[in-house]
Structures are given as C-alpha cells and as structure tokens.
C-alpha cells in the first residue's frame, strides 16, 4: 500500500448506495482532431505544471483499484497523444487479475496504427473508436481535419493484434442521420460492434449544438423500420443498454443521456488529468485530488468526500440557444 495510505480504505460506494467499480482516467485534455459537437476550433489546453505525471496517474490509479475499481477506461482527449502513455498503460496492464478485471480505452484512431501493439501487449483486449460517419467527407467536416482512412487503418491495426473493436457513434442530426444502416453494415462485415450515442451540452462549442440533437429513438426508426431489434442481457460497466438485430452479428448499444436517463445505476467516477474528481459529468462539483498527492495529505479522505457529494442524477437538457449543463468541454473531463 501507499504511504500515503496509512490505513486500509473502505469500498467505494456513494451516498445513494451505489457501489462505484468504473475509473474513467483522462490522461490529456489534448486531441489532434476537433469534433464540431466536442471541441471549439480554437482550443485552450491546460500547461504542463497543471497536469498530473505518468507516475502520479499510476499512483491514483492503483489507490482506485485498491479501493474496490474494477475498470479502467483511459480517456482523454485523446489518450494516445499523451507522451508516456505506453508507461501507464503497461503499469495499469499489469494490475489486470490482480484487483483489476479489465483496462480498456477510448480513441479517435488517429494513432491507434502506431500504439496497437503496445496496448495489447498491456493486457487491452478492447477498444472504443469514435467514428460517426464512414463518408470521408462527412467525417472530415465532423472532426474538422480528419481522415477517415487513417482511422480505418488504425481499427484494423487493432483487430490484426486481437483487440476487438467497438465503435461509437454520436447521433447528428444533418450530419449522419442516414447514415446509420450503412454503418450498422460495415460492423457486421468487420467484426465491430457499435454503440449510438445522444450528442452532450458540454462546453462552447461553435454554432448551436440542438441544430443538429437528435433523440436515439428518432435516430434508430430507419433500423426499427428495416428489421426487429430485441433487448439483450449484457453489460460492460458503462451506461449503455444493449440490443440484438435481426440478420446481423452485431451487437447495438444504446446511450441516451438527454432522452432517457441512465443515472439509477452509474458505478462510475471520473479522474480528470487535473486530478480532479467529477461526482457527475454534467455538474461542476468536484474534488481535487492533486495538492494532496503532491503535499501527503489524506487522499483517501478526499476520495470519501467525492463519494458523499455524487448526485443522484445529471441535470441534462438541450435547447435552442441554451447554454451548455456545464462550462467545460467532453475533453476536459474525460469521455
């Protein structure tokens, strides 16, 4: 144990008696692509002296899982832009079956071509890909500036190391509305399942993000419309519901933060690369764990305090010319 930690901690369970198994650890607030429903064009990232280290992410990371965290989820920004990330990734790879059941992470693939047999050599075994539209044009007019063969070329990287793909999909309206079959096509013939995601009110983003909100249930009708679609029993530890297709392979989640609240069972807590707790991804509660990692103080007293102040539930709402739930961006805090 730490020497930080002179006592053995208690379990992580929230005030509303909700036992928290999920870290989602943002190890940058930096990414090299800038989603229009993410990210303004012109970014302001955090300095260095603001971050937390490789170690100190390692350190807190360990404490979490000591504690009762089953998951990991390395988030970012994006997470492979990080110097170091193959440190962490072997640190936290190597407490999988001791105390950790799973590390996983979130990419825009970009670099995943590169960093592919790194991760699995670190014990990840999954991967969630953010791609929202497989028409190059589209996905360059939806991240600003990327390119979608690089993206593809990452995924199969992965895939050819024996990570198996997720893909998520953020539903947007006018932008990859019709979209949704040809994707839902190109998972099953690659071996991908994917997930659908409602766009968030987070951080100023250009233009008016309801423009292009779409409900999932509105989302999904040309699927419903073309073939049944039944619930299935399955988690992963993250808030999405999950639904067979008929005459299809792949499996369908669900995230619906606006339309249908997820929050009765949220087993997550957020560590930023501040070193900030989030109690809620859509509050601006938080608790910051850096001074007292750096100082010695009682981070495992902090840790009881971010527990305590966990809100029941999110306060989400999107409409026109509304101001985002919350000042900061997706990136900022971690996907």
């Avoid at 992580?12 to 650890?25: K, V």
């Avoid at 970012?76 to 170091?84: D, F, S």
Wanted: hydrophobic share 45%.
């Amino acid at each position: 144990m730490s020497a930080l930690s002179p006592r053995p901690a208690a379990r992580l369970t929230d005030a509303h008696g909700r036992r928290i198994e999920y870290l989602r650890l943002s190890v940058t607030d930096r990414c090299d692509l800038r989603c229009r429903y993410c990210m303004a064009e012109d970014m302001q990232f955090l300095p260095k002296a603001a971050v937390l280290s490789i170690e100190e992410m390692g350190e807190l990371a360990e404490r979490f899982v000591a504690r009762g965290i089953r998951r990991i989820r390395l988030t970012g920004g994006e997470p492979l832009v990080r110097r170091g990330i193959e440190m962490l990734a072997a640190r936290l790879g190597a407490l999988v079956g001791n105390g950790l059941d799973e590390l996983t992470l979130t990419t825009n693939a970009m670099r995943l071509a590169e960093h592919a047999p790194m991760l699995a050599a670190a014990g990840v075994r999954r991967i969630n890909v953010s791609l929202d539209t497989l028409d190059r044009e589209a996905f360059r007019h939806i991240t600003r500036f990327g390119d979608i063969d690089v993206a593809l070329r990452g995924i199969a990287a992965a895939q050819r190391e024996g990570i198996a793909i997720k893909i998520n999909m953020v539903a947007l309206a006018g932008l990859n509305e019709d979209q949704l079959l040809p994707m839902l096509d190109w998972c099953a013939a690659n071996g991908c399942d994917l997930t659908l995601i409602e766009t968030m009110p987070l951080g100023e983003v250009e233009g008016d993000r309801s423009d292009h909100y779409i409900p999932l249930h509105q989302f999904v009708a040309p699927l419903r419309a073309d073939r049944s679609i039944w619930p299935v029993d399955k988690a992963t530890g993250g808030p999405a519901r999950y639904f067979a297709i008929e005459d299809s392979p792949v499996t369908l989640g669900l995230i619906t933060p606006l339309s249908d609240n997820f929050c009765a069972t949220c087993n997550r807590i957020r560590l930023t690369v501040e070193g900030r707790i989030y109690m809620c991804l859509g509050q601006d509660d938080h608790v910051d764990l850096r001074a007292a990692l750096r100082d010695g103080g009682d981070v495992d007293g902090l840790i009881d305090v971010a527990l305590a102040g966990k809100p029941r539930a999110h306060d989400f709402h999107i409409e026109r010319k509304s101001t985002p739930a919350v000042a900061r961006h997706m990136s900022a805090t971690g996907g």
